[in-house]
């Protein structure tokens, strides 16, 4: 603009300083001298405010996963039982640029499961065994009530469910690209959890953009709408009187398989008189990452999370078997001596408790990423993170995976392997290892002690110019990405993923 | 914790040649992201179920479901 202002007055002193001449050529060329030179000034104002924009236009990705597992110790039937579970995840992440500095991005997606695990909840089938599975007719012959069996889904209401979500993310950038933050709003819900969670982080590169400092907070505030074992929430609904209610009809049998005197002293009940009492779980995380270039082919980046989480963080679905408290069952009477082997088809133990577990845990978790830039067609990435928290649980987990390019780099190829180790929280036992002197008592195996092996493949393709073409949106790249995972107690896993990235012409 | 602060600090300082923008292109590739690919988020969300821990990933580290 200064440049403007010196133009205007040149031309209002043009006659100052060229009195003699007033012809039109001289006219002209003024004229023309002048314009240029506006026109010029007008182009440098734009070249100095030229912005590199930190997204160039909308993109749109497809992610999604479909997962599968298997395993003996579901903590829903009090860590022995199927742990079948399906589970899709169907995603969309749109990410738009609001202008050259800010980027808003809506992450929506959903996670619809079934579970068998999860079914027994409700364990009870009326046509005397599970539905599903592996049920062998013999064994329905010979018992026509009401049973379940902890070794396959039944059909109640748990065994499939849909958590939905959505983020919210708001980002700024500096003109220099070296500094920006971020605020981020979200909701999730499932059917017996709802969760409202907020936060943001700040982000500065120095060092000429070589070192990176990162700062993030997030807050949860979660609620539980508490879904109980089915045995132990119609004992509370029946005021606590086994002749009313589910247990009305129903005979429960003893450890020798002989039906009890539901009125008697001895007869089952559950081990505490109430069940969730407080049904808020909140959860702080403060993140801190620092990361380094440290050569032309090489970068690191450590990070530490403090989380703190405070409210009901037990699962009230998962029930527990106390070894000082007799056994009560529901079914066939010659199947409680093989209740713990998978051939049991038709007898169910009734729950002694909930899990219960602290109203507080603090977790610190130190990661450590490491890449290495070998050639222009292989690379090594590597990760490490050592945890702990004050529940008792130590871990380590070391992955490496090494992008393989071919194909003039429009193709790679991912093998990656993952180790993972941990100790048992402090309030973990298996099956019927609890005592019901405890204040806080777990058969969860995700709290166990095991190890756990990942190996898995993955395949990008990517296509700069994003010159395939659907409905007006380029293809920029394909990923695939396959995994399985094998855990030291038997539960195994495969998954499944893929994401496809579309960006705006 | 001190000795992530002591090593933080000592790659700042002391180790580090820095790496001017035009020698950048090996560390812009995008197989050296310091971070997980988007679809890499459902491994990671299945490990936060299946085990103990959590955090330092750039996931999730608790609060969102009723699973951690």
Redesign the interface.
Known sequence: MAENRAVVVAVINKKNMFPMTNDKFTNRIWLTVSLLTVGLGFGQTENNEYKKRVLETAEI?Y???Y?T?DGSHASVTGGIGTEKLE?I?PTF?IALPLNSDDVLTIDAGISAYSSASSSNLDPFDASGASGGGHDDDDDRAVYAGVSGTPWAASSGASAQDV?S?VTINFSHSSDDRDFSWNAQA?F?N?Y??T?I?FGGGLSQQF?????SISLTG?V?L?N?NPKYPTEIDSYFEAGSNLNNGFFGPIDILNQSGNIINKNGPNAWQPHVDQLITDTA???F?G?LS????????L???????L?R?QGWLA?PMQRVYFSDKPNFYVGNPSSIPNYTSPKNRDVFQLGDDIERLPSART?L???A?L?Y?ITSSL?V?T?F?Y?Q?D?G?V?Q?ASIEL?V?FGFGKY?LYPNYRY?T?TA?DYFAPYEGHLSTSNFYTSDY??SAFS?H?IGL?FNY?DVFAKMKFLGFGLKSV?L?Y?Y?D?SDG?T?N?T???IKFVMD | MKSILFLSLLFVFTSCKVVKPYDMVNINDPDMLLANKKCERFETNFQIYREGASGANGGKSGGGCGCN
């Open positions: 990705d992610v999604m996963s997962y597992q589970d995840t992440i958590w979500g979200s999730a499932e017996d959890y969760s969670g060092n000429e953009k070589n070192t997030l949860f979660d539980w779980r909140r959860t995380t993140a620092f990361s380094q270039i440290l050569s032309k082919n970068q690191l980046l450590l990070s530490v999370d989380v989480q699962n977790k978790p130190f990661g990423r890449n830039y690379a990435r990760y993170r945890y928290d529940w649980l871990s987990t992008p390019k790679t993972y941990q929280a995700d709290l756990s990942q993955g990517t990923d990405r995994n995972y855990r539960l896993a998954i993923s893929m994401g």
